[in-house]
């Protein structure tokens, strides 16, 4: 009797050191899938998202239906940019668990970045409900609403995310462009402050508030802040363009042709630098220069709205009206429902005393402004009135 229990025992003893066995490893397993994910985490913080792909795909493998897992490699493509592969994940882990937060403000995020507002909508909404996500949700539902340009909605999601977070960055800056727009600058001004308050040494207040005071004509006060943001980096050519627009806008042009310059020593490929220095050298009667840096943009091979009507115009201004009308017509071309272009090419006819032509242009103009030419862009017809009157 005894050794019929001992061996009895010893079976149980057996089976439990298995099944123990079992269970240990199992949660060796788990602890090591938890680093794993950990590690994961931290690869794609530190925006090193082709190791994290590597390393979740690895444990989807042991983990097949695991949504966290899912979700974090949609995350991983989404910030490679690779939308479609980063849906594909998302898709699966909302296809396994419908509420999941990150997957929810993933596809939300992803078909924002590509400009889809419509499906962005409902994820980014579903997304609120859950506290993981809730801050980031709201951020990026104000921005879908300013790019649609519903400020009221805009306006509402950063003060919702403001109640959640009283110093957010993006709620606080991006509030001071909401109010800035709808004309509300002593609100949009009060947060640009506060922004600055909180983060004094972060570049982008100072850039943001001194773009907002050179855009409402207080120049002493843009160019300290704009300086502020140039000395925390001064390898950012932002600052420096921004500083050329509001010398530009002031035509105090030596210094906003010295700024435009900083930019493309930072950025040889700056457009915009450069569109602003042909409008430069025409201020300075510099013709030819202006026409050699308008080619320079065209060789770029960048799409600037404005850039044919600019050439036209110097051609204009140098008597070459032959030059100046085929700008003209690229110019229209590209843009058929922009008035200054079809206005540009009815002047220039009518110099050249072609008075039917001159009277289309000018018929097509009337048709698309209803009689008011409006400025467009940043050309202003206006300047053709003067060079006009003193070629007269």
Known sequence: MNRKCTTITCVVIVLFL?????????????????????????????????????????????????????????????NLGAFDEAQRFFENALDLDPNNPQALHGMGKAFFFQGNFHKAKPFLLKAIAFPPERNQAYKHLGQLSLAEGDLDAARIYYEKLLQLDST???????LGVVYQQGGLEREAEKYLKRLIDLYPSDKIGYLNIGAFYGSTGRLHDAIVNLNKAAEIDPYDSRPFRYLGVVYLQKKILNEAERQFSRVLALDPLNTDARVGLIVVYQGQGKFDQALRMADDVQMLGVESPQLHLMIANLYFLKGVYDSAITHARMQIEKEPRDPAGHYMLGVLYQLKGMKEQSERAFAEVRELTKNALKEHYEFNPETLFETLGRKK
Do not use: C, W
């Not at 957010?168 to 991006?174: I, K, V």
């Open 18 to 78: 298995g099944l123990y066995s079992e269970v240990q490893a199992a949660e060796n397993l788990h602890l090591s899938d938890s680093s794993t994910v950990a590690e994961a985490k931290m690869l794609l913080e530190k925006k090193e998202f082709n190791r994290a792909i590597v390393l979740l795909d690895a444990l989807m493998k042991t983990r097949p239906r695991d949504t966290e897992v899912l979700a974090l490699l949609g995350t991983a493509y989404l």
């Open 168 to 174: 957010n960055f993006d709620a606080l800056n991006d």
